[in-house]
């Protein structure tokens, strides 16, 4: 079986009273549905994004690279940007009247949406595949969650448990199908947050890519930003991935128009690139055509350079960053060795907290 953290170690999350009185409500099938909504949208309200946005000075001093900001996910409840969109889901589940979601995952998705389901009382069906074994699991269970073993690939998975949800009548929170613009409608919150701070876009953003949902998130929130005039430009958007693991990065790579699948048997899984790794991105196609469309780069990065980045930030600017998050900052400053950045702004997006 292969041991895979896929992400943050475990942790408890805290809840607050607020936050517990909010779900009490949530629960509360005496109240209208309408109350029950607003309850959980107060905790969305108070729980999920609004993350930090800071200078990463001493970076910038090591790298001769001038505003380069660090758009900090692992502030949110169970350390990843996935608490995002999978608020989102159970939230659609719940103004939709269902008791049942259900989702494949090898960890931090599903430990986000273990946790959103149980604030809202419904129960969540977790699908693993059988060769994995991911610590997160403790977390889920503390939710309540049941966690039911497949067997197959992560993408075999969430075709199967999509089915199933489908035969069951269960709310599917899977990625891809009917859920990307759900899903990418709570990405785009990020660029919005970035623009609050910046109160303009970027030059470039960087973000870890693996199915691809949260680059082209990103990049439909500041197309909308900037269609509203709220801003002069629209970013080059920069995606990092594990080396030759990842079909966004290598259809990019290959100048390729749509998203092609990996051969499976070419997937090389560690515990370093794990998080980043599919033989089928399942919003791929979106995120290629951010990349396209914004005049952005991909790379491949390797699992030394993540570990060395994820060192690296530790000691310079604090943050425990679990080193799959840093390739996108790391294709970021790739770029900026071969053509030097200067007299702009940059962002890279950290994913997860380690």
């Known amino acids: 079986m292969l041991n895979i953290l896929d992400g943050v ?13 909010l779900s009490e409500m949530v629960k509360d099938t005496k109240l209208t549905l309408v109350d029950r909504v607003e309850s959980f949208e107060d905790i969305m309200s108070l729980e999920i994004g609004d993350t930090s946005l800071n200078r990463a000075r001493n970076l910038e001093r090591e790298l001769d690279i001038r505003q380069l900001y660090i758009k900090y996910e692992g502030e949110n409840p169970s350390g990843t940007q996935k608490d995002r969109i999978a608020f989102a889901q159970v939230h659609d589940a719940l103004r939709r009247k269902f008791s049942i979601i259900t989702v494949a995952t090898c960890g ?11 604030l809202a009382g419904m129960h969540c069906k977790i699908f693993i595949p059988e060769s994995y074994h991911t610590e997160r699991i403790k977390e889920m269970e503390a939710f309540n969650a049941e966690i039911i073993r497949l067997p197959g690939t ?15 009548r269960w709310y599917d929170a899977n990625p891809g199908g009917a859920n990307t613009s759900l899903q990418i409608s709570a990405y785009a919150e990020i660029a919005y947050e970035i623009y609050d701070v910046l109160r303009d876009a970027p030059k470039y953003i960087a973000s870890p890519v693996s199915n691809g949902t949260l680059l082209a998130g990103v990049y439909r929130g500041f197309v909308n930003l900037h269609k509203r005039g709220k801003t002069s430009r ?6 990092g991935s594990a080396a030759h693991q990842n079909p966004i990065i ?22 370093v690139n794990e998080p980043l790794i599919n033989w089928h991105s399942f919003d791929g196609d979106e995120a290629l055509y951010a990349l396209r469309q914004s005049g952005g780069e991909a790379s491949h990065i390797s699992d030394k350079k993540m570990k060395e980045m994820s060192s690296f930030l530790h000691k310079k600017e604090g943050y425990r960053i679990l080193p799959a998050s840093t390739s996108g900052l790391i294709a970021l400053l790739q770029l900026h060795e071969k053509n030097e950045m200067i ?6 997006i950290l994913t997860g907290k380690y």
């Open 343 to 348: 007299n702009d702004r940059y962002v890279a």
């Open 250 to 271: 290598s259809s990019f790579r290959a100048g390729l128009d749509t998203c092609k699948d990996i051969d499976p048997a070419k997937i090389k899984e560690t515990v």
């Open 9 to 21: 170690k475990t942790a408890e999350i805290k809840i607050t009273k607020e936050v517990k009185t």
């Open 154 to 168: 992560y993408e075999d998975t969430v075709t199967e448990s999509s089915r199933i949800a489908l035969e069951k």
């Open 234 to 239: 629209i970013p080059r958007f920069v995606a």
């Open 108 to 118: 931090n998705y599903g430990v986000a949406v273990a946790y959103a389901a149980y």
